[in-house]
T-cell receptor, first 112, second 115 residues
């Protein structure tokens, strides 16, 4: 089976940097994705790591260590609009349609 | 930019009633999905659809659920006899291909409340 663990809540200050960690246990692995979801909104794709290392997209970066079954999402120069839930996710390698398995989500609250 | 659309945005129904949730996937996409998110919980896979048939379904997707692509653009989820525990946000998603790096694009969701 597949399972992902991430903290339920993180609080940070506007303008600061925050890291959201994710550990996973999977019987097969394609890569780790991150999604952002604002309250009442749809999950929005942020990033995907198939290989070890850091991927940077603007203020957001994502890191993967396959040997440690661990990844993180790094958000820099935090803005109030970054307040949302962030989900790490994997594709089920045994799924014919590559269904997504989501972690339980980390609610990021940003203080002025 | 192309996007997945869903209607209605909100649906309130009585327990035991049938509901149909509608989705219009991105036009050139080939794979379609329904996911569900109970309030405060994670997003869960329900069913995937390809080439006019179900390719995979989860344990949640029991006989009360069905999906259909009635024409070239719409993709529907029907719940035949709703239960209180069906109250959730339902997301439709689509992708052009499958595979680890392929992005699934999610619609805005339909919030279903069963009373």
């Amino acid at each position: 089976g597949q399972s992902l663990e991430q903290p339920s809540e993180v609080t940070a200050v506007e303008g600061a940097i925050v890291q959201i960690n994710c550990t996973y246990q999977t019987s097969g692995f394609y890569g780790l994705s991150w999604y952002q979801q604002h309250d009442g909104g749809a999950p929005t794709f942020l990033s995907y790591n198939a290989l070890d290392g850091l991927e940077e997209t603007g203020r957001f970066s994502s890191f993967l260590s396959r040997s440690d079954s661990y990844g993180y999402l790094l958000l820099q120069e935090l803005q109030m609009k970054d307040s949302a839930s962030y989900f790490c996710a994997v594709r089920d390698p045994y799924s014919s349609a590559s269904k997504i398995i989501f972690g339980s989500g980390t609610r990021l609250s940003i203080r002025p | 930019e192309p996007e997945v659309t869903q209607t209605p945005s909100h649906q309130v129904t009585q327990m035991g009633q049938e509901v149909i949730l509608r989705c219009v996937p991105i036009s050139n996409h080939l794979y379609f999905y329904w996911y569900r998110q109970i309030l405060g919980q994670k997003v869960e896979f329900l069913v995937s659809f390809y080439n006019n048939e179900i390719s995979e379904k989860s344990e949640i997707f029991d006989d009360q659920f069905s999906v259909e692509r009635p024409d070239g653009s719409n993709f529907t989820l029907k719940i035949r006899s709703t239960k209180l525990e069906d109250s959730a946000m339902y997301f439709c998603a689509s992708s052009l291909l499958t595979g680890g790096a392929e992005t699934q694009y999610f619609g805005p969701g339909t919030r279903l409340l069963v009373l």
